[in-house]
């Protein structure tokens, strides 16, 4: 049977391993957040430069926008 200090030292241990896990899990989500961030800034980027280059091959034909 369990005494008082064995549920002691068994609640601080699982403290202890809750805490490390929960550190572990933040660095994860922390270098998923930094990719994710790269990528959606890149993706962006791209989008943008396209949408200059329609807009200047729009006007250089005198075409109208599809969409405003």
Do not use: C, W
């Amino acid at each position: 049977m369990l005494t008082t200090t064995d549920l002691q030292q068994i609640t601080k241990i699982v403290k202890t391993e809750n805490e490390n896990l929960r550190l572990e899990m933040r660095k994860g989500f922390n270098k998923l957040d930094k990719k994710l961030e790269y990528a959606i800034n890149f993706l962006d980027r791209d989008y943008i430069r396209l949408l200059k280059r329609v807009d200047r091959i729009e006007k250089h034909l005198g075409l109208e926008p599809l969409s405003p």
